[in-house]
């Protein structure tokens, strides 16, 4: 049995994408679960060289003040780890989901931007408060993150859509649920539809 994973890109989602997604270089990783092989189409951002002429993976994240209140600018010259630390707990979701795309894609460590609002009045206008090297086992241990959860409920998807018919299927994360629904993609109605 093999299973292939993919992430949709920036060309399937938006024509306007393509020009931002650009520097991004998808990388394939093939990985063995208990006797079941699969394939994941990970997505690199970056690359620094070492000192060893070698090239060093990076993920470029960003988290985004939402509250401009909260005076990220001022907490970030006196005390950025406290800042970052209670910024990733509050982004859970999104910094667990920057765990697993560096951990699949063999990325060590993420480059972590501070993006504010230039204007709490204007969306489209913002400045960057700082950039942060993190390694990845850092903000691991920062979030109580463990991968071997991640691959315990990949085991478990794998196994339920081993037990159902061939075909496509589509996963859908409801907002604000700590739900995930499984749906069986109809080629045909796809078909009558374009």
């Not at 990220?72 to 910024?87: P, T, V």
């Not at 990325?107 to 206008?125: C, N, P, T």
């Amino acid at each position: 049995v093999f299973f292939f994973f993919k992430q949709k890109t920036a060309y399937e989602i938006s024509a306007c994408l393509v020009g931002s997604e650009m520097c991004i270089r998808d990388r394939y990783r093939r990985w063995t679960l208990d006797g079941l092989d699969f394939v994941v189409r990970t997505q690199v951002d970056s690359y620094v060289q070492t000192d060893m002429g070698q090239q060093k993976f990076l993920k470029v994240c960003a988290l985004n003040e939402s509250d401009l209140s909260s005076e990220w600018r001022k907490k970030y010259e006196f005390n950025k780890g406290a800042l970052l630390s209670a910024e990733f707990r509050n982004n859970m979701n999104k910094v667990s989901r920057w765990l697993c795309e560096a951990y699949l894609a063999g990325v060590s460590d993420l480059k972590v931007g501070l993006i504010s609002r230039s204007d709490a009045k204007d969306s489209k206008k913002h400045s960057l408060i700082g950039v942060e090297s993190l390694s990845r086992k850092n903000i691991e241990q920062t979030i109580g993150f463990k991968m071997n959860e991640g691959w315990a409920y990949l085991k478990y998807l794998i196994e339920y859509l081993r037990g159902q018919e061939d075909g496509e299927y589509a996963l859908v994360k409801p907002s604000y649920r700590q739900t995930i629904r499984i749906y069986k993609v109809n080629k045909d109605k796809e078909e009558e539809q374009n």
